[in-house]
């Protein structure tokens, strides 16, 4: 069974930095790009970035290219996202995203997602 | 970037309705579109790929069509765990891109 299980709630302070982390089980974690997409509260869902865990090929959404960084450690089946220094407006849900592969061809959309993670940043 | 404008932005409709969501694309993106489903407080869920494909798992009371600019998701003959938002999502090129949503509401 594909389970992609990201780490938990964060409440932050303007400034400080943050790590979060996706972890994947159930399938070859190398062989499919995993992407984050941000969902702000009472609001739609934004495509940040994917990553290919395979190579770390990564492309990045305009609106989120410097303000976060996207990685992935293939030794522990992992990707994360993080922020150098977080501001009030990066309050949100977030979530991983596996892309989609079926029948031989694949798919820039999102099959297997991760339970969210929420990123609350208060002073 | 391409803009993805979804209409309604909601719509209320009952139980064993048929309800009909749209999306636009602001260029061509042939046949890469596809359509989730979010219930408060749950994780999107994929309901169709490449604008008319079936996900495993997915009933087949919905349905999707279109290509070029011009999508539609189809429902037929609402069900009480259908009330949930729905975004298309063009799938053509970087940077992807999101509908702003539709939330199907019960009447």
């Known amino acids: 069974e594909v389970q992609l299980v990201q780490s938990g709630a964060e409440v932050k302070k303007p400034g400080d930095s943050l790590k979060i982390s996706c972890k994947a089980s159930g399938y070859s974690f190398t062989s499919y790009w995993i992407g984050w997409v941000r969902q702000m509260p009472g609001k739609g869902l934004e495509w940040m970035g994917i990553?290919?865990?395979?190579?770390?090929?990564?492309r990045y959404s305009p609106s989120f290219q410097g303000q976060v960084t996207i990685s992935a450690d293939k030794s522990i089946s992992t990707t994360y996202l993080q922020w150098s220094s977080l501001k009030a407006s990066d309050t949100a849900m977030y979530y991983c995203a596996r892309r989609l592969c079926s029948g031989g061809s694949c798919y820039v959309s999102f099959d297997s997602w991760g339970q969210g993670t929420l990123v609350t940043v208060s002073s | 970037d391409i803009q993805m404008t979804q209409s309604p932005s909601s719509v209320s409709a009952s139980v064993g309705d048929r309800v009909t969501i749209t999306c636009r694309a602001s260029q061509g993106i042939s046949s890469w579109l596809a359509w989730y489903q979010q219930k408060p407080g749950k994780v999107p869920k994929l309901l169709i790929y490449a604008a008319s494909s079936l996900q495993s798992g997915v009933p087949s009371r919905f349905s999707g069509s279109g290509s070029g600019t011009d999508f539609t998701l189809t429902i037929t003959s609402l069900q009480p765990e259908d009330f949930a938002t729905y975004y298309c999502?063009?799938?053509?090129?970087?940077?992807?891109?999101f509908g702003g949503g539709t939330k199907v509401e019960i009447k």
């Open positions: 999502q063009q799938a053509n090129s970087f940077p992807l891109t």
């Open positions: 990553i290919y865990p395979g190579d770390s090929n990564t």
